[in-house]
């Protein structure tokens, strides 16, 4: 990749040029810049605060990865070189050399032990600690070269690693939990060796970052990124219009079609790794579950069967991709898509069936319904308002009074962690390409001492489940530990505590004659992805 260059030479001859030399300046500048309009930004510059996706996407910029997800989740090496397993519990890292942080500072090995140890104590609301979840003790060999001790065998420690952020030992130091994010936010901490500089952020606003000159990949043909955080669809839409953007995010769907016969403007679509699943609650008393009239129920309703298998067939996956995500979305059974290690090929296609779900209902003790509250993100994922009022109105078919409750993200995750929410949808994508990633977060019973299930918040527990998914983690043998996540995935069907529903695709829209992209398979844009049109 070639850095575009652009010199000016501003002297006596351009005395003779009718544009003044700040015009000059101002169409060089503009011609270097990337700005692109995006539907969620950070929530911090600490890469270490959240695992939101929306997050990870935009700090790849200024932080590299130990290890690197490709376009198609393939595992490359970013800061690490090479990586191989020395025993059964202790993996080997041989490290990048010549890499410097934006300071100037050399990369090493201390940056990394220090990045691992850290995550545990600055993790915030939707925790990063499950990339680092198996790391017993990190051993610094020499400058370049670090061992990795496990808790146990760990065969897949370096798809973990694809969100391990490296920050600045020295620019982080001492920062606690309580500190860390205004030393990022202010620029001070946020000292990373990826391919941009942080400059600014405004928080819901614009993320502003400079190329590095000194980043060890290639050169990035962008003099200046801004990502700009605009989570309204129509104003992200008219602002490309008008153009005032390079390129957006998230394209809806209601406008994919009218975006691909502009003549200024290229769109490009992909299915994507992310899965809408529905939560279920399983505690003994379910918050905003009430009778229709309000008064309070005996039991949690949600604790029958019948009540889960019932809500799961009133769900038309197939309408939900075709009319609420206008064909930008594929019905799923699974947790995980089709190409990830793990999927189970012999489960069948989740029923959709009003009559019998109302008959369950009825069996379970419910024949008139009851009163719940549903809650879904409504800026995450492209089409998650859409699909959550959809399956509200499709709960109603069947009795069932679902008020729908729409939630930014920022606000949704950190309510969901505190087990706020007794039935809820949100977006998860396998970003490791592995079933074991999701199912031990999701599905296994939380259990901090194992350090599995930091997702499953409403208690649900299967004792199989979670013995599978144990060994499945220590399994170094791919045949076995891919049948051990399948039958995971197959136990996850029979109990219907997690309903999935569709997968995820997702459109961007450009300027023609000034940008191209390389769209991810889990939906990741990044400027190193986006290149000069012409």
Known sequence: MSMISHRLAIGLALATITVAPATLLSQSVSAQTLTIGV???????????????????????????????????????????????????????K????????????????????????????????????????????????????????????????????????????????????????????????????????????????????????YWGQKEPWARHVRKEIPNDAARVAQLKAGQLDLITRVPATDVASLKTDPKLTVKTIDTVYVFNVEIDM??????????????????????????????????????AEIAMEGLGQPVNQLVTSSIFGFNKSLPPRRYDVAAAKKLLADAGYPNGFKLQ?????????????????????????????????????VFFPARTRGEYSISMSGWGTLTGEAHYTLSSLVHSNDKDKKMGAFNVLNYKNEEADKLLQQAAIEMNDDKRRKQLEDVNAIVEKDMQRLPIVAVGSAWAMQKDKVTIKARVDEDTLAMNIKPAR
């Open 283 to 320: 505690r003994d008393k379910a918050l905003n579950v009430t009778a229709k009239d309000g008064s309070a129920l005996d039991k949690n309703p949600f604790l029958d069967l019948r009540v889960r298998q019932a809500i799961d067939m009133a769900i038309d996956r197939k309408a939900l």
């Open 39 to 93: 539907r969620g930004g950070p929530d911090s510059i600490d890469p270490h605060f959240t695992a939101t996706g929306t997050h990870a996407e935009s700090l790849k910029h200024v932080f590299d990865t130990l290890v690197w997800s490709g376009d198609g989740l393939e595992v490359e090496p970013r800061l690490a070189e090479s990586w191989k397993a020395v025993n059964d519990t202790t993996w080997e890292f």
């Open 95 to 214: 490290l990048r050399k010549g890499v410097k942080f934006h300071d100037g500072s050399d990369f090493t090995a201390e940056d990394v032990k220090f990045s691992i140890e850290r995550i545990p104590v600055v993790s915030g609301p939707n925790p990063t600690t499950i990339y680092v979840r198996r790391v017993k003790e990190t051993k610094i060999i020499d400058a370049h070269t670090i061992h990795v001790v496990t808790d146990g065998p760990s065969p897949i420690l370096p798809n973990d690693f694809i969100r391990l952020f490296i920050v600045s030992s020295k620019a982080a130091a001492g920062l606690t939990k309580e500190t860390a994010n205004e030393a990022f936010n202010s620029g001070k901490a946020a000292i990373g060796t990826g391919p941009y500089k942080f400059v600014s952020w405004q928080p819901k606003g614009d993320l502003v970052m400079d190329r590095f000159d000194g």
């Open 374 to 410: 549903f809650t879904f993100t409504q800026d995450r994922l492209p089409g998650d308002r859409q699909v959550g009022t959809s399956i509200a109105q499709m709960l109603a078919a069947i009795g069932i009074d679902a008020q729908a409750n729409a939630q930014p993200a920022a």
